[in-house]
């Protein structure tokens, strides 16, 4: 079984592929796992290679995967290279475009679409998205326990449950609805589409200033709503690249302090006077 991740860097693909891998190893397979990302960890595109066999493994990576898991619809421009005939595509239809799917709808025979990023939105958290798609690849792997997965998982979430106990439960819903889902997902009465790609309104302005977001850089963190002096930012609806929401200006407010733009890690603000 050669099994591709894909997905944005700090989407959690690297933590679902550590715990396929260990689950199986500890089941008494021959497991391997090689992650690969750019220089920019979160934010770049981040691919897993894990291969479950019988026999020692002689080399991790493959050209072509049984099963792919798409995150993301960046995700869907890595995999194509791997896709084969009987490839199984399992990936988030609520974060992959059908934009983004329509290249490669021609070689995928096989698929189950799970809104995980929707899911983790409405019932859990945003970071709980990977959790989900784990419970639907791990419902895949028939000789690889749930509990043996759960079991991983909570080792490998341990700091994290420590300051927080309530994300163990949590994560367990979270990993055990994406099973389900998966194993009820009927192909014929799904088609093959992805979320409708919605224009997202990113500049701001009156005739005195504009404030312009950059969702491709945008990771949630809120630390320019922290900073605000006049309290103009808020959270939106709108998702950035992990799947966290962006903020919006009340552009009445804004005094063009730039406050915001200084403050942000990643570039994500821009703030210009008229």
């Known amino acids: 079984m050669q099994i591709l991740l894909v997905g944005e860097g700090g989407q959690g693909v690297q933590t679902v592929a550590k715990i396929i891998t260990l689950a199986a190893q500890q089941s008494g397979r021959q497991a391997s796992y090689n992650p690969s990302f750019g220089v920019e960890q979160r934010g770049s595109v981040s691919l897993s290679y894990v291969q479950i066999e019988d026999n020692p493994i002689p080399y ?107 994300i163990k439960e949590m994560n367990l819903n979270a990993l055990h609805e994406g ?28 005739d005195q200033k504009t404030w312009t977001r950059y969702p491709e850089y945008c990771k949630g963190c809120a630390l320019c709503i922290a900073r605000c002096p006049v309290k103009a930012l808020t959270f939106s609806e709108d998702l950035g690249f992990l799947g966290n929401p962006m903020p919006k200006v009340d552009i009445q407010k804004c005094i063009a302090c730039e406050m915001c733009s200084k403050t942000c890690p990643d570039g994500a603000i821009k703030v210009e006077k008229k």
Do not use: H, W
């Not at 898991?69 to 239809?93: G, H, M, P, Q, T």
């Not at 939105?121 to 749930?146: F, P, V, W």
């Not at 889902?181 to 701001?204: C, H, I, R, W």
């Open 60 to 166: 991790p990576r493959f050209e072509s995967a049984d099963i792919v898991v798409a995150f993301c619809s960046r995700a869907v421009e890595s995999i194509k290279i791997y896709l084969k005939d009987d490839s199984l595509l399992i990936f988030d239809n609520s974060a992959v475009s059908d934009r983004a799917l329509e290249p490669i709808k021609n070689k995928i025979k096989k698929y189950i679409a799970i809104p995980a990023q929707k899911i983790a939105q409405e019932k859990y958290s945003t970071k709980a998205l990977n959790m989900i798609l784990l419970g639907a690849l791990s419902a895949q792997l028939r000789d690889i326990s749930m509990a043996k997965i759960e079991e991983i998982m909570f080792e490998t979430l341990a700091d994290k449950i420590a300051k927080d106990p309530n």
């Open 179 to 206: 099973a389900q889902l998966a194993e009820s997902f009927n192909q014929e009465n799904s088609p093959l589409q992805g979320a409708e790609t919605k224009d997202l309104v990113n500049e701001y302005s009156d």
